[in-house]
């Protein structure tokens, strides 16, 4: 069994910044990537970012030189720093890692939780 457990979220004026924290916990052997996707509301959910373990970051065209993911192996966990936020980055945000337990042979999808982001304009 596997969670992520994000923190982080709130609200915040347009231009301004936040940053979402995501940890892993469980019985993990491996991580393959971790990373973040949001949904608005009314909207399908979307890619944010992800990361790998060797550091390859991966956006979301939007997001790009706005946004920036970082991630510690030894730690499980990642990291999203948001500045020049906008009011169409309100979202809940979600935590994905792509995972081996110790007790699997296969990779699958876990999801957190998610953490609401507000932008006002």
């Known amino acids: 069994q596997v969670q992520l457990v994000e923190s982080g979220g709130g609200l915040v004026q347009a231009g301004g910044s936040l940053r979402l924290s995501c940890a892993a916990a469980g019985s993990i052997s491996s991580i393959r990537t971790m990373g973040w996707y949001r949904q608005a509301p009314g909207k399908q959910r979307e890619l944010v970012a992800t990361?790998?373990?060797?550091?390859?970051?991966n956006y979301a065209d939007s997001m790009k030189g706005r946004f920036t993911v970082s991630r510690d192996n030894a730690k499980n966990t990642v990291s999203l720093q948001m500045n020049s936020l906008k009011p169409e980055d309100t979202a809940v945000y979600y935590c994905?890692?792509?995972?081996?337990?110790?007790?699997?042979?296969?990779?699958?999808?876990?999801w957190g939780q998610g953490t609401l982001v507000t932008v006002s304009s």
């Open positions: 994905n890692a792509v995972v081996r337990t110790r007790t699997s042979y296969t990779f699958l999808e876990v």
């Open positions: 990361v790998t373990g060797a550091g390859t970051a």
